[in-house]
């Protein structure tokens, strides 16, 4: 006798096994947001060196001569992301003069910090901890770093379930993510992040048939929606992690 055929014989698909269905997918669709939440949170805005205490990008030395004093300009005239000039290039300020002239002038590392653009996200992990030029590679590594967190996660509390059962290991799983998730809302920095973002551990039980398979995966895709106009509303990473996390409870 097939499987599905015993399947049968037990009952088959009732209210019991619906219930369950649409419990389990619930979890799904939130899972999502934490899966491609770092898309939002760590959105890398424009940016070039700070040259003021503002740290906001200034129009007024965003374009025009203005620009190619301080930072160099690159072919289209827009301000390098991670150079300034060593001395200021206050021949620029000549009408005569073209930030051509500029080419062989010699360049460092920003020194001061740098500016980004607000008007897509007021915050990100990116604007908060500098994560570019040179520290650009972090934003891979904390998404490394979840994604391995979600690996140690399935076989831990897979084999587990195995001997206590699934029902308290998935509450546990859902309880670590929603206080995992919570605290890297209130991260002070960018170790902690990590740190807690590996802790965001998930697992869902992996015996579905066909039915239960499709609804999964189109919780899915839902979630993966809904996300998408929570970041459009919510423009600050830490509330958009806390809007993430808050529900596992």
Known sequence: MAFAELLEKAGGMGRFQIIQVTLLCIPILLMASHNLLQNFSAAIPSHKCKINDTGV???????????????PLDDQGRPESCLEFVEVQWRMVDSNSTWHNTTDAETRSCTNGWEYDRNEFSSTIITEWDLVCSKKHRRQLAQSLYMA????????????SDRYGRRALLIWSYLQMAISGICTAFSPN???YCVFRFLIVEW???KVRTITGTLAGYSYTVGQLLL??????????????????????
Do not use: C, K, M
């Open 190 to 192: 960018y170790l902690s």
């Open 149 to 160: 967190g979600v690996l140690v996660g399935a076989i831990i509390l897979g084999g587990l």
């Open 204 to 206: 869902v039980p992996t």
């Open 228 to 249: 998408a106009g929570l970041a459009y509303g919510i423009r600050d990473w830490r509330w958009l992690q806390l809007s993430a996390s808050l529900p596992f409870f």
């Open 57 to 71: 990008v200034n129009s007024s030395t965003e374009s025009g001569v203005w620009g190619g004093v301080f930072i």
